[in-house]
């Protein structure tokens, strides 16, 4: 039987990516899945791929009034909710002006990238936990980072944000037992996983080709993930094979944080 059968799922940022990859992994295992995305246009086409198990959303996560949309959509349509994955996020390299070192940041992109990833993360535990409720066995996976547990000197935003995601995890995680919620939670800190957010600093042709050997070389396993690896891990903590699993933090990195790299230069 699938790993997910009979499960509605919900991932924000969906339409590339790591998102994307979590999308199509939960649709083989058997969910019913609402991709979410700002960008319409390739969440939809990534929905005509997966069938008529998936739907898509229109859901910017720093907006309260999207997830008080997706939140009405969902208990129309389906009652309940027993799957969300956080996994929008931003680096504000792209997004905004900057800087973002400590000494320099420009207090507007600090706070761009904080409302994507932190505000939207806290978001969305709180509206999926009003959804979730309903739901026998129920869990919250919420994509952090490398960065989340080690500093980033040229992009302090993006890593205190993906800090704060993995500790308000832990809230949420206790908050739910406590109040006897059918519902888990834990977060998933991938490192060094090639996806289109490492475009901007990889750069193209023999120069991206350079950029990536010169990563593999500081990782233990000698290569750069790719979307699915942490699709896998995704998978396990949202499936009932982990119903004994709350409040951790799942490194997805080739070693890395085992301590070859003690200060990584991006996420």
Same mark, same amino acid.
């Given at each position: ?129 009003? @959804?979730?409720? /309903? &739901?026998?066995?129920?869990?919250? !996976? ?8 080690? %500093? #980033?000197? =040229? ?79 995704? @998978?396990?903590? /949202? &499936?009932?094979?982990?119903?004994? !699993? ?8 080739? %070693? #890395?944080? =085992? ?9």
């Amino acid at each position: 039987m699938p790993r997910l059968n009979n499960k509605i799922a919900l991932i924000t940022g969906a339409a590339r990516g790591i998102g994307a990859a979590v999308a199509t992994c939960f649709i083989e295992q058997g969910a019913t899945v609402i991709i979410t995305d700002k960008n319409a246009e390739e969440a939809q086409k990534l929905c005509d791929t997966l069938g008529d198990r998936a739907y898509f959303h229109l859901l910017d996560v720093s907006e309260e009034s999207h997830w008080q949309a997706v939140e009405a959509f969902v208990q129309t349509e389906f009652g309940r909710l027993d799957i969300l994955v956080n996994n929008a996020g931003i680096t504000g390299f792209l997004e905004t002006v900057g800087p973002h070192d400590p000494e320099h940041l420009d207090l507007a992109s600090w706070h761009t990238v904080q409302r994507t990833n932190s505000d939207g993360v806290a978001l969305g535990c709180k509206y999926g936990i009003r @959804l979730m409720k /309903a &739901s026998q066995a129920a869990s919250i !996976v919420n994509i952090s980072s490398r960065s989340g547990l080690v %500093g #980033i000197p =040229a992009a302090a935003a993006y890593a205190a944000s993906k800090a704060a995601v993995r500790n308000h995890s832990k809230s949420v995680a206790l908050y739910c037992a406590q109040q006897g919620y059918p519902i888990r939670c834990n977060s998933v800190h991938p490192g060094a996983i090639l996806t289109p957010m490492w475009d901007a600093m990889l750069g193209e042709g023999e120069a991206r080709e350079a950029a990536i050997a010169g990563i593999a070389a500081d990782i233990p396993v000698g290569h750069m993930g790719n979307a699915m690896d942490v699709a896998y891990a995704v @998978l396990y903590l /949202a &499936s009932d094979e982990s119903a004994y !699993v709350t409040g951790i933090e799942l490194n997805i990195d080739g %070693g #890395i944080l =085992a301590g070859s790299s003690a200060a990584p230069k991006s996420s």
